[in-house]
């Protein structure tokens, strides 16, 4: 078992930064691949960033990339989101969640997630 707990949310203006964390604790944190998701209100839960076991690999979903930034630190057992550039449209909830299936073709896939976190709120006023 896994539990994950997301934290750095918060309301922001369009422009800004906030960096989200997820610290694992359960198992061996370099075991998992790790995932950041999102989900607005009336939306379905989507990709965000994915990170490999090591870090060696990371995946970005389009309307993120080159904004947002996963990485993580395996000695402190935790994942980060950097989030750079803000808009009104990254308004969600976001969640951070672990996987022991390594396929890369598989990042973005809900189902491939094997635990959850239960979420922080990232707010953006325009």
């Known amino acids: 078992q896994v539990h994950l707990a997301e934290s750095g949310g918060g309301l922001v203006q369009a422009g800004d930064s906030l960096r989200l964390a997820c610290a694992a604790s359960?198992?061996?944190?370099?075991?998992?691949?790790m995932g950041w998701f999102r989900q607005a209100p009336g939306k379905e839960r989507e990709f965000v960033a994915g990170?490999?076991?090591?870090?060696?690999?990371?995946d970005y979903s389009d309307s993120v990339k080159g904004r947002f930034t996963i990485s993580r630190d395996n000695t402190k057992n935790t994942v980060y989101l950097q989030m750079n550039s803000l808009k009104p449209e990254d308004t969600a909830i976001y969640y951070c969640a672990a996987r022991l299936n390594i396929r890369r073709s598989t990042v973005g896939e809900l189902n491939a997630y094997d635990y959850w976190g239960q979420g922080t709120q990232v707010t953006v006023s325009s």
């Open positions: 990170i490999s076991r090591l870090g060696s690999v990371t």
């Open positions: 359960g198992r061996t944190f370099s075991d998992y691949g």
